[in-house]
């Protein structure tokens, strides 16, 4: 590891192949994209990009099959450092053991079948696994093969071992393969790479802790119509349910998205995904997911209020009724306190998890509104002056029933969705049962 990442990152569980890293990062990290010889190869040239517009400092090292696919040129003009594959490139400057050992993060993508493997195994043969058994800093794999190669026993063997030494293994996406074929083992986009591996570094944590967990998170805003081209919304991307839902699965999560209006956004890898437009559809959706859920997470930004009656005509300005001069408008149905009396009448069981987004005193209205809304934890964000709704980043305060406030520090919102888990895993394993009965 580099002087730089000493100082800044603090491993946990020693200094083995992908030990994870806490505390706060400092940019520019040294960063090793390796590339395994897949069709999917082409994608690591959007990664590199990724990082070194982040202002790191990108090494890539291609397998030799690798080359096949893009060539050197391309990788060395994009990162701007020279690409060997071999442990004999570059003799005097011992490369096969420096660049793994100055790289603050290495990430692997597409990580095909038999790269995985000789990675589990230990091998050396190239630069790219040399590089990796010298490595002490976190090591990210994002897979991309053929669905009956992801799915195949020794596969999934390999997986297992890489994660259990703290390796960490992305979920590929599900779609379209090579030729015809569809299905789990394409590579997820480079923008959701980059998310997850500068997530591992700086907020540590990455483990399979919620396996066996099931999660249901509602997402974006939802869209109450006037007639059939306006409708009543708000300025939600869904960004922040979505990040919540991509570590949620990568710490061994069974996840279902309920989203409202989040076209622009990739679906994080291994969720399933359910599309709704109205506050009543996700009322239904989310209700009959959380029935044998384990926690629910409503971050979607709900509307409140309905028109009273949807013209299935649209209406045309200046009509003599004036219809859209003047709305009528009726309350919606409460998702999240509704969710509340689900559970105090014993129909789920679930930790409930909301959020708040305030102009003015959040802090204040949010222990209202969680003392309202009967959830465990709630939360908080200023969305004024246009803040947090559609940005990269957010910040805010989690409260808890019991009277708890945790201030979560303005970071990428993969970084805040992996603090937010942190506090729910603490309820859900039992240690914050007492927030629950106060």
Known sequence: ??????????????????????????????????????????????????FTEAGDSVRVVPTPSALNFVGAATFEALSGHPVDTGVFSRVDEVQHVRVGKEADLIVIAPATADTIARIAAGRANDLLTATVLVATCPVVLAPAMHTEMWENPATQDNVATLRRRGVIVLEPAHGRLTGTDTGPGRLPEAAQIAAMARTVVEAGKFGRTLKGKKVVISAGGTQENIDPVRFIGNRSSGRQGFALADIAVHRGADVTIVAGDTDELDTPPGAKIVRVQSTRDMKDAVDAAAVDADIVIMAAAVADYRPETEATSKLKKGQADDALSTLHLVENPDILRGLAEKREAGETSAVIVGFAAETDDPLELGRAKLKRKG???????????????????????????????????????????????????KISSGAGESIRQN
């Not at 990062?25 to 390796?34: Q, R």
Request: charged share 25%.
């Open 1 to 50: 590891m580099s002087e730089k990442a000493a100082k800044t990152l603090d491993t946990a569980e020693g200094t083995g192949v992908g030990a994870q890293a806490k505390g706060h990062v400092k940019e520019p990290l040294n960063v090793v994209v390796g590339v395994s010889g897949g069709i999917a190869a082409y994608k690591a040239c959007h990664l590199v990009r990724e």
């Open 375 to 425: 959830a465990d934890m709630l939360m908080v964000n200023s969305v004024a002056g246009g803040k947090v709704f559609g940005e990269l980043r957010n910040s805010g305060w989690l409260i808890g029933a019991d009277g708890s406030t945790e201030d979560i520090a303005d970071g990428p919102k993969h970084v805040v969705a992996a603090r937010i888990w942190d506090a729910i895993e």
